[in-house]
Nanobody, 119 residues
Framework: QVPLVESGGGLVQAGGSLRLSCAASGRTFSSLVMGWFRQAPGKERDLVAA????????YYTDSVKGRFTISRDNARNTVYLQMNSLKPEDTAVYYC????????????WGQGTQVTVSS
């Protein structure tokens, strides 16, 4: 297990920006594929963005393309989600997740951080 701790959520007006951070413990961070998921009330948890071990973004869900940017700093064991031009429909709990080598699915999760976008 890799402990993951998110930070950076909060309340922002539509059109504003937030940057989420996710800090991982241990010395295996660079071997992990990292992702950000979100879950709105009454909805399933969906993948928002993912990034490869080497730092290349590998996935953005359509609704955030051009507005969100995922990045990572392997020296700091941290993955980021820069969110710009936020919309009320981006309101959700955002979760950081990690996929271990050989894992078919994400197998480590953070506790989540609330993002609320007011109109």
């Amino acid at each position: 297990q890799v402990p993951l701790v998110e930070s950076g959520g909060g309340l922002v007006q539509a059109g504003g920006s937030l940057r989420l951070s996710c800090a991982a413990s241990g010395r295996t961070f660079s071997s992990l594929v990292m992702g950000w998921f979100r879950q709105a009330p009454g909805k399933e948890r969906d993948l928002v963005a993912a990034i490869s071990r080497s730092g290349i973004p590998s996935y953005y869900t359509d609704s955030v393309k051009g507005r969100f940017t995922i990045s990572r700093d392997n020296a700091r064991n941290t993955v980021y989600l820069q969110m710009n031009s936020l919309k009320p429909e981006d309101t959700a709990v955002y979760y950081c997740a990690a996929k271990s080598i050989g894992a078919a699915q994400y197998d480590n999760w953070g506790q989540g951080t609330q993002v609320t976008v007011s109109s």
